[in-house]
């Protein structure tokens, strides 16, 4: 089987319930911003493998849960009526949602209190964490649209929510595993000379 198909020459694509949509259609767009996260995952789980910060088996099931939400992405809830094993198949479970916010627990449990906004820093796998953070946010404004108008399930958009709160955490955990410095926001008056 070859990998190109020639099938999205003229800038359509299928879903998974076989409808074709306009390659730009907010679904493609959910769908490459997913992707896209993904991708930052995979750079961070290399820092932190090299880190050696325990933060590894997360990543690849945070990747391998993004694929899970990726089928949901795809399958349009109500375009998909007609098809209940195909809803039945890509349902995205709340489970997804706790088991993020268990570990978002207990990472923050071993942090110390927030006094300032933290700048993303704190050595290469705090701040690739950070980045992940930030793809997260976009993606879950992406999604949001199809979560309001019901196409994806909503627990799609509460663990994009959770997401980027588990990056955040991760980032800082990563930091202080790694002994690194995280810097923070310091307000700084620009005074203007007089000529």
Same mark, same amino acid.
């Given at each position: 089987m070859k990998i190109y198909t020639k099938t999205g020459d003229k800038g359509t694509s299928s879903l998974y319930n076989g409808e074709r949509r306009a390659k730009d259609n907010l679904v493609?767009?959910?769908?490459?911003?997913?992707?896209?996260?993904?991708? !930052?995952?995979?750079?961070?789980?290399?820092? !932190?493998?090299?880190?050696?910060?325990?933060?590894?088996?997360?990543?690849?099931?945070?990747? !391998?849960?993004?694929?899970?939400?990726?089928?949901?992405?795809?399958?349009?809830?109500?375009?998909?009526?007609?098809?209940?094993?195909?809803?039945?198949?890509?349902?995205?479970?709340?489970?997804?949602?706790?088991?993020?916010?268990?570990?978002?627990?207990?990472l923050d449990a071993q942090l110390p209190a927030l006094t300032n906004f933290i700048l993303p820093s704190g050595g290469l796998a705090a701040v690739h964490l950070h980045q992940c953070r930030s793809v997260a946010r976009r993606a879950e404004r992406v999604l949001i649209p199809l979560v309001t108008s019901s196409e994806v399930d909503e627990a799609v958009g509460k663990y994009l929510n959770r997401l980027s709160d588990f990056f955040f955490v991760a980032a800082r955990f990563a930091a202080k595993h790694e002994g690194k410095i995280e810097r923070v926001f310091k307000q700084k008056r620009v005074v203007e000379r007089e000529l």
């Open positions: 493609f767009d959910a769908l490459g911003s997913v992707d896209e996260l993904s991708s !930052c995952i995979g750079i961070a789980n290399e820092h !932190c493998q090299s880190a050696k910060n325990g933060l590894e088996d997360k990543l690849f099931e945070i990747q !391998c849960v993004l694929i899970e939400m990726g089928s949901n992405i795809a399958t349009p809830r109500q375009s998909s009526a007609d098809a209940p094993y195909k809803l039945e198949k890509t349902a995205f479970p709340d489970i997804h949602v706790s088991t993020l916010e268990s570990w978002i627990d207990t």
